[in-house]
């Protein structure tokens, strides 16, 4: 199971920081993401940590804004987001991995077979 937490009201400029804690068994093989549905529109990537932290990917619209990042002992991962825009409004999820150990990082929603419930990050400008 994954559960998201951090979600809020903020303010354009603003940062927040989400977090995604893996409950009831290791995640520690798995490459892990962030991906958000905002109103109206498509679930899409926002980034990916790989199952060994050390490799990142962000989408273009987050990169140099968001960092994501996990912690192995702990089961978690966190995504931290500054300058925060109206148009990143939306309901977050944390998703894992299919593939133990992958090669890489993926952007692919089909190739996360986990996933949370989702928090909502709301932005007003």
């Known amino acids: 199971q994954l559960v998201e937490s951090g979600g809020g009201l903020v303010q354009a400029g603003d940062s927040l920081s989400l977090s995604c804690a893996a409950l009831?068994?290791?995640?520690?093989?798995?490459?892990m993401a962030w991906f958000r549905q905002g109103p109206g529109k498509e679930r899409e990537f926002v980034a990916a940590?790989?199952?060994?932290?050390?490799?990142?990917d962000y989408a273009d619209s987050v990169r140099g804004r968001f960092t994501i990042s996990r912690d192995n002992a702990k089961n978690t991962m966190s995504l931290q987001m500054s300058s925060l825009k109206p148009e990143d409004t939306a309901v977050y999820y944390c998703a894992l991995d299919s593939v133990q150990i992958r090669v890489g990082l993926t952007t692919d929603q089909a190739q996360y077979s986990y996933w949370g419930q989702g928090t909502q990050v709301t932005v007003s400008s």
């Open positions: 009831g068994w290791p995640v520690t093989n798995f490459a």
């Open positions: 940590v790989s199952w060994s932290g050390d490799r990142m």
